[in-house]
């Protein structure tokens, strides 16, 4: 699977690029990351504008319809296999974990990440890409976003993950909407807290049957909404 991620601030991936699992799936060539700058599309080559005020008025700056088009367009050339394209914008839809297993199925997908108020309306109306957030609360800009939906992506893809620690139940995923169950390891106790007595009985049914009863228990106090039927329609995502 191949990322393209359109960006002012590629240095931002720098470490999560080298210092994470994906650094290992890169090296197996499972997945494939380039990084475009989105300023070596501007026009002016002193200044490299790719910004500018809003008509009408109001804070901010954004972020230039020609720059990014030319931008997107260049990019979607280097590769034959064509981009699914995503822009990251707190007006997106919320990401969840069916999005990212949808997401996961597709060879390419490139990141359009804004900074600054957000990108010219007509980015949208041109290239009609995908529009996701990642939560309702505001980031600085897509870059975090970016990385967040790419993590999530990553750890489903075929031989990413050891078999030790499979995606396969996850939280959140299409076959469980649950949350997960406490775990412990050693030591047996720590400054007066024992490991729940059942899981060191052995009786394999036993645990199973706390650990049904914990994620029921959990999901109930921390996600009722998740236990909604309303909830869990599962909408097709995507053009
Ligand atoms: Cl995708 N971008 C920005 N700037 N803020 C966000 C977001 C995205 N998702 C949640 N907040």
Not at 206 to 231: F, G, K, V, Y
Request: glycine share 8%.
């Amino acid at each position: 699977m191949r990322f393209d991620i359109v960006t002012l601030f590629p240095a931002i991936f720098d470490g999560y690029l080298t210092q994470s699992l994906l650094e290992k799936a890169i090296q197996k060539d499972l997945v494939e990351i380039q990084r475009h700058d989105l300023r070596d599309w501007a026009a002016d080559t002193p200044h490299r504008k790719v910004d500018d005020r809003p008509f009408g008025g109001g804070p901010g700056m954004l972020l230039q319809v020609d720059v990014t088009v030319r931008c997107v367009e260049d990019v979607e050339r280097s590769c034959p296999t064509p981009a699914r394209k995503v822009l990251l914008t707190p007006q997106g839809r919320r990401f969840d974990q069916p999005m990212a297993e949808d997401l996961a199925g597709s060879p390419r997908v490139m990141l359009l990440c804004g900074r600054y108020e957000g990108f010219d309306q007509r980015v949208v109306d041109l290239l009609q890409p995908e529009e996701i957030s990642i939560g309702d609360f505001v980031l600085n800009g897509g870059e975090v976003a970016a990385m967040t939906i790419i993590d999530s992506v990553v750890r489903l893809l075929p031989g990413v993950l050891g078999d030790e620690n499979s995606s396969v139940d996850d939280s959140f995923s299409r076959g469980n909407r649950l949350l997960e169950f406490p775990q412990y390891t050693r030591p047996r106790e720590f400054r007066g807290l024992p490991v729940p007595e059942v899981l060191l009985s052995g009786n394999h049914q036993a645990i199973a049957r706390w650990r049904n009863e914990q994620t029921r228990l959990r999901t109930e106090q921390r996600r009722a909404d998740l236990l909604d039927p309303e909830n869990n329609n599962v909408e097709p995502f995507g053009n």
